[in-house]
């Protein structure tokens, strides 16, 4: 079984990163490993699932609301946040902003 | 391509469309919400039973559908609005969105987007698709889809529901999706440099035209709206002025207290917002104070043009952008509650599903249910404004091409939802109550009796008593003449809520609430629209001298300002003085515009596909062109010159100048008909002409005159789907 693709958000920067692991679809597992109860496994699934569900919405919600984007702004210019740096986005970020069209 | 609702797991049917969309699931191959609901998913469930799922699908839709449509003499639940449009949604996204993405777009997932290729961290990042669906749903979603839908339920529910499904489906949804992906292709270009690009000079300066025509007149509708929502209502506008103060304070906080804390900033500022709605109870019944913020609808306008143009000239940190997060919070959640409370109370429509007033009578808006129906929906069902947003922002995020399905066809399926929950929201009132919430003075009368007497006698109950102890329920002195939506709105939303969730004792703060919301985000968007048209006039004028260009030189600053705000400021002033409440003349204009420039995103959509050498799947675009063309430019023509003074500019101008000797406020009656119908043909004239251009280019380039070449950006692999592959 070839591992799969999964995505975590990271906190800072909200942005979506893969990473592999070894997630096993329900049936192959169950033959693999015995000793794993049944509805365990299925609730620790759920779980991630909803982990995820949970993980995007924050993500949307940091990218609505501009903090992804100073986020990526102190990366890129390798700052922690302070005044002077949230200053300097605003600047940076106000000109898209304004120009930004709100729809009807 | 993991879907947006269960069983969108593949964009193709073909093994070659699967293999080049595999690459574009940033959550994992077939996961998404498709893998969360286990599962119509293609891989896990056996085909005849996806068939079946699918046939039960359309068999509840064509149930549900056929309940409202046929239902007569008697009251239906609202659920069956909701179910209609849930399986019109997942039929819609399912099969037609799946055919335009493989058939006419051919959706390549090798092809890397322009938030690949020129990720610079700041406008162009590639951006998960829920995130980026988010993103695009909060933009494009604005009052348009709450209001349209509560004027035309003047017609009844059934006109307004099928417009919108149907409107949404096979319209607005295409139109964003292939606006977006031909923006995607071309660098996120804006919709007026690929007109300029694809069809010519012509088309480029109507959509510049058409989008300055728009934002002017969209302002002065939506101030025109607030105006009517917060006039004699100490509540609201004591609420609402606490807005300003609590927008400047978030704007400090952000800057200096907690730098780029915004969520947190967000939440503070709803919080306060909730204790300006709890304050303005107290303001309303204190005397003194009640006093001080009961204002009359002159006087809210002079207030409301002064607050645009300073919100223009003012830092954007400052005003605009923590008013802008506390709207689109309070925006988010104010739907997703009404949704819930839709879906879990499921109330009673009293509207019956058509009324007298398709013959073109209505009280709230004169003119028949062909074509004003159409046009007084726009944002629910297809929306020119929307191709602004579907190549601005968004095209710039998008991380694989597949997914500009999700993000353009499904945020506007959303907005669709919101639509419908608009009209719902109007038909749980009692008929009675909607018409004397919406009428005009000038058609029912001044007085509570007249005007319930009036009301009562088109087939719709109501006493002046009843309207009373409603107003009182929910803290208003009055709710007669409240034109323009915002109030029967909220009256309907309070009336969903009070039903429950604290019984008649909190309809008050629920009406407020939704007052509120609505203020709110109709105040954003003349912060932010002032601000766009004031750039784009800069942009004009720096072409014939330099300094006025300069978007941080002050004098250019307050110039345009006051040009932009004296715009949509005397399209107020009209609405205002209007004896017919405005909406009657101002919302068809605006329903106008909007469509036309729905109608230039059509022409060059198709351009595009035609020259794509994609002609004979041209009827995707081109049948709601020609729909939107037949709409609006028979709206334009009725406005224009139809006999009846309540339909016709001129018509209208033509009664009160035979009227006698004109008044002073008479004569600027006449002149107001006379700009409005001015503007309609100018709009017309425009649009018609970028049509004509557009149907030159599809004859030279499909007779061979013209070689069928697009202007799109070099293919360039992804990274994306090696990675993945790998």
Known sequence: MSPRRVAYFSGRDGSCQVQEQQVLPLRFAQGQDDNLDLLTRRRARLIAKVTTLLATFVSALREIFDESAYARFLTRNRITSSRAAYAAFLREHDVAKARRPKCC | ?726
């Open chain 2, 1 to 726: 391509m993991s879907g947006l609702l269960p069983g969108c797991a593949d964009a193709g049917d073909s093994p070659q469309y699967r293999r080049r969309f595999a690459g574009s699931l940033p959550l994992g191959k077939g996961k998404g919400l498709a893998g969360i609901l286990p599962s119509l998913s293609t891989g896990t469930m056996p085909k005849p039973v996806r068939i079946l799922i699918w046939l039960a699908v359309a068999a509840l839709g064509a149930l549900a559908v056929a309940t409202i449509a046929l239902h007569r003499g008697e009251q239906i639940n609202a659920m069956w609005l909701v179910v209609a449009a849930l399986c019109s949604y997942a039929l819609g996204y399912r099969f037609y969105s799946k055919f335009v993405a493989a058939k006419v777009l051919a959706l390549d997932a090798q092809r890397a987007t322009p938030a690949e290729r020129l990720d610079n961290g700041r406008d162009f990042v590639p951006t998960n698709k829920w995130v980026v669906f988010g993103h695009h749903f909060a933009a494009i979603a604005g009052p348009g889809p709450l209001v349209g839908p509560v004027l035309a339920a003047q017609f009844g529910y059934l006109p307004g529901t099928l417009w919108i499904l149907a409107g949404a489906v096979f319209g607005g949804c295409v139109q964003d999706f292939v606006t977006l992906l031909f923006s995607v292709r071309r660098d996120g270009k804006s919709l007026t440099e690929m007109a300029r690009e694809e069809i010519g000079r012509v088309g480029g300066f109507v959509a510049y035209v058409a989008v300055i025509s728009i934002i002017v007149i969209l302002l002065g509708v939506a101030a025109l709206i607030v105006v009517n929502a917060l006039k004699s209502s100490p509540w609201g506008a004591f609420t609402i002025a606490m807005t300003i103060p609590i927008a400047l304070l978030m704007g400090v906080y952000l800057r200096r207290l907690r730098p780029g804390k915004v969520l947190e900033t967000s939440v503070l500022g709803f919080i306060l917002v909730m204790l300006a709605i709890w304050g303005g109870q107290w303001a309303s019944q204190t005397p003194s104070v009640a006093r001080m913020f009961t204002l009359a609808a002159p006087t809210l306008a002079i207030l409301i043009i002064i607050y645009g143009f300073a919100a223009s000239a003012l830092p954007v940190w400052l005003l605009l952008a923590p008013r802008d997060y506390l709207s689109t919070f309070v925006k988010l959640g104010t739907i997703a509650l009404l949704a819930v409370g839709i879906v879990v109370l499921r109330p009673t429509l009293h509207m019956p599903p058509l009324t007298r007033f398709i013959d073109g009578s209505g009280p709230v808006f004169a003119g028949k249910i062909f074509p004003f129906a159409f046009i007084t929906i726009a944002c629910g069902a297809i929306s020119g404004f929307h191709a602004l947003i579907s190549s601005g922002t968004t095209p710039k995020l998008i991380r694989r091409e597949p997914e500009a399905r999700m993000v353009g066809y499904g945020a506007m399926m959303a907005e669709s939802m919101v639509a419908i929950m608009a009209t719902i929201a109007a038909c749980v009132l009692q008929p009675g109550t909607y018409f004397a919430i919406n009428s005009p003075a000038g058609v029912v009368g001044q007085a509570p009796e007249t005007a319930a007497a009036t009301i009562s006698s088109w087939g719709f109950p109501i006493t002046a008593a009843e309207m009373h102890s409603l107003a009182q329920a929910v803290g208003e002195q009055t709710l007669y003449n409240r034109t323009g939506g915002a109030p029967a709105f909220a009256v309907g939303m309070a009336h969903i809520f009070s039903s429950s969730l604290g019984g008649q004792a909190v309809m008050a703060l629920w009406y407020h609430f939704a007052i509120m919301f609505e203020a709110l985000f109709i105040l954003t968007i003349l912060d932010a629209g002032t601000r766009v048209g004031r750039f784009m006039v800069q942009d004009a004028l720096g072409h014939i001298w330099k300094p006025l260009g300069r978007t941080s030189w002050y004098p250019s600053i307050l110039a345009t300002s006051a040009l932009i705000v004296g715009a949509w400021g005397y399209f107020l002033w009209q609405g205002v003085k209007d004896p017919l409440g405005g909406i009657n003349s101002l919302w068809p204009l605006f329903g106008i515009s909007n469509q036309l420039l729905a109608t230039v995103a059509l022409c060059v959509a198709t351009t595009i596909i035609i020259k794509m050498g994609k002609g004979g799947y041209a009827a995707v675009t081109l049948a709601p062109l020609l729909w939107l063309v037949t709409v609006t430019f028979t709206a334009s023509w009725h406005k224009m010159f139809d006999p009846n003074p309540r339909i016709g500019f001129l018509a209208h101008a033509q009664q009160l100048a035979s009227a006698g000797t004109p008044s002073h406020e008479i004569s600027r009656l006449i002149f107001n008909d006379r700009l409005d119908a001015i503007v309609t043909c100018i709009l017309v004239v425009m649009v018609a002409l970028i049509l004509l251009e557009s149907v030159l280019e599809w004859a030279r380039v499909l007779s061979g005159r013209k070689p069928a070449r697009v202007k799109e950006a070099a293919f360039v692999a992804t990274r994306f789907a090696a990675e993945e592959q790998a």
